[in-house]
């Protein structure tokens, strides 16, 4: 089932289930966090979809905008997570223009392929300020709205730092923290009534949240590699994640059904971890030692 016009009418929830709330999204405009946002509206949400480039965050509001007639969709750009004043001021904007701020998603990320050896040390603080550090400032920016609307906080996160996946150190570092911050976070927001969880998608092939698209989300062409079509047989529910298995996941957690649900972390991946397996990118460990004996990048 893909996540368009008809989703409110076709999936396992009521058309109206967010009437009059509010969604701040940031990495609203990347393949995931999209069709988590058009859930969201198609159901009854208005939302702003934050991002660095402004092109980007109007495109990706408009085609949100049209899921809904009357939807008000925001697409706030040029917006740094790593600075804490760029996404406050974003923050301000939404609420300025849609009244409030129920839902966050802090979905913005960066990764890319690197062995510990050629990992620098800008390289892995890159990784570290958009996706940990964009997080933290990301609840700082909307902490004051979220206590007002008694309001839920939704992780992106991931399930690389489960277990161990070469070239991964410095996305793996940055969603453990993401993890850890959102226990605690749960931890002490849970007496002003604000829910905080994490939703952690494992491998997701389909673009747009149709089970039949055999085009790959940003973060599976990186690191699926060249056999990705044999991927599939090896997960439990022998098959690929889709986006609207991510948004399904986002609805239930803002839901009215898991108002006792805080601090837990929601695996959408088929038992894929479970089962130990890597992507196909993964080097043999006779190829790690040929890069870790390479001259080393600072």
């Not at 996706?131 to 920016?141: E, Q, S, W």
């Not at 609307?149 to 730092?161: K, N």
């Not at 022998?238 to 298995?245: A, C, E, F, I």
């Amino acid at each position: 089932m893909i996540v368009d016009e008809n989703y409110a009418k076709n999936s396992s929830w009521k058309p109206d289930l967010f009437k009059g709330k509010v969604a701040f999204i940031t990495g609203g405009s990347g393949t995931i966090c999209k069709v988590q946002a058009k859930a969201l509206v198609a159901l009854g949400a208005n939302a702003a979809i934050i991002g660095r480039n402004p092109d980007k965050a109007e495109a990706a509001a408009k085609e949100i905008a049209s899921l809904r007639p009357g939807a008000t969709v925001l697409g706030i750009g040029n917006v740094d997570v790593r600075s804490v004043q760029s996404i406050k001021h974003a923050a301000d904007l939404a609420v300025s223009k849609l009244g409030k701020i129920d839902f966050v998603i802090a979905g913005a990320a960066g990764n890319f392929l690197a062995d510990f050896n050629h990992l620098s040390s800008n390289a892995f603080k890159s990784v570290i300020s958009i996706d940990l550090l964009g997080a933290f400032n990301t609840v700082k920016a909307v902490f004051p709205h979220l206590k007002k609307s008694q309001g839920c906080l939704l992780f992106v996160s991931a399930t690389l730092q489960y277990t161990g996946i070469p070239l991964q150190t410095h996305a793996s570092a940055a969603k453990a923290g993401i993890d850890a911050m959102s226990n605690n976070l749960a931890v002490e927001f849970g007496p002003l009534g604000i829910r905080v969880n994490c939703i952690a998608p494992g491998a997701i092939g389909g673009n747009g949240g149709d089970s039949n698209d055999s085009s790959m989300t940003e973060g599976m062409k990186r690191l699926g590699g060249a056999k990705i079509e044999q991927l599939p047989k090896e997960i439990p529910l022998q098959r690929l994640g889709t986006t609207t298995d991510i948004a399904d996941a986002t609805v239930w957690l803002f839901s009215p059904a898991a108002s006792y649900v805080t601090g837990e972390i929601v695996v959408v991946d088929g038992g894929m971890w479970h089962s130990g397996l890597r992507t196909n990118n993964s080097p043999t460990p006779e190829q790690l030692v040929k890069l870790l004996n390479d001259k080393p990048r600072l």
